[in-house]
């Protein structure tokens, strides 16, 4: 099974500041046929089921603000806000779908400073 | 709109038996892989199981491998987790979720509310 490491465990920053999440795969998530990363970010509010951030490791979903983006390919992935809002109070999670079963990071606590 | 609405949950003591439904509207059931992923009380999250468009491909975690059962029914846009020799580990919120796409190698792009099953005695 692919592991999925996420750091840090989790995150204070201030409002309007820069928020980076970072996620390692135990193997590589690029798929050479399509060369594709198949990594997505998921955002889930308290009592909420989680949101769709970021699909392919870079495609931001329709209606995801801007402030969000990923990077990173093969192993290394990488979720930013770039202006951290009130609402973007979350836990992140990574998850790959490269292979089954598919697996998720263990999620990144996201709180304002 | 794309919604899906889970149900089924509830309370069932260890080693019985729960069948959970995941209704679907809004989108052309028929063309995408579904996937159920949970959730158990302050946890992360955890894929549960899969399954392709046409329900010809599914795909277990270990966890639950020979124990639950996915399917769909097409005709009536719905999935379905059959849970048996339920543990108490299992105890958790379960989601349903659609993929992007026809094979089960793709993003979840819509989740429902989720429907919570707890196992105790």
């Known amino acids: 099974d692919i592991v999925m490491t996420q750091s840090p465990d989790s995150l204070a920053v201030s409002l309007g500041e820069r928020a980076t999440i970072n996620c390692k795969s135990s193997?590589?998530?690029?798929?050479?046929?399509?060369?594709?990363?198949?990594l997505a970010w998921y955002q889930q509010k308290p009592g909420q089921p989680p949101k769709l951030l970021i699909s392919?490791?870079?495609t931001r979903e329709s209606g995801v603000p801007d402030r969000f983006s990923g990077s990173g390919s093969g192993t290394d992935f990488t979720l930013t806000i770039s202006s951290l809002q009130a609402e973007d109070v979350a836990v992140y999670y990574c998850?790959?779908?490269?292979?089954?079963?598919?697996?998720f990071g263990q999620g990144t606590k996201l709180e304002i400073k | 709109e794309v919604q899906l609405l889970e149900s089924g949950g509830g309370l069932v003591q260890p080693g019985g038996s729960l069948r959970l439904s995941c209704a679907a509207s809004?989108?052309?059931?028929?063309?995408?892989?579904m996937s159920w992923v949970r959730q158990a009380p302050g946890k992360g999250l955890e894929w549960v199981s899969g399954?392709?468009?046409?329900?010809?491909?599914?795909y277990y975690a270990d966890s639950v491998k020979g124990r639950f059962t996915i399917s769909r029914d097409n005709s009536k846009n719905t999935l379905y987790l059959q849970m048996n020799s339920l543990r108490a580990e299992d105890t958790a919120v379960y989601y349903c979720?659609?993929?992007?796409?026809?094979?089960?190698?793709?993003?979840?792009?819509?989740w429902g509310q989720g429907t919570t099953v707890t196992v105790s005695s």
């Open positions: 392919w490791a870079s």
């Open positions: 193997q590589s998530v690029l798929y050479s046929s399509n060369n594709k990363n198949h």
């Open positions: 998850q790959q779908y490269y292979s089954t079963p598919s697996t």
């Open positions: 399954i392709s468009n046409s329900g010809g491909g599914t």
């Open positions: 809004g989108f052309t059931f028929s063309s995408y892989a």
């Open positions: 979720a659609k993929k992007g796409g026809g094979s089960c190698y793709n993003r979840m792009d819509v």
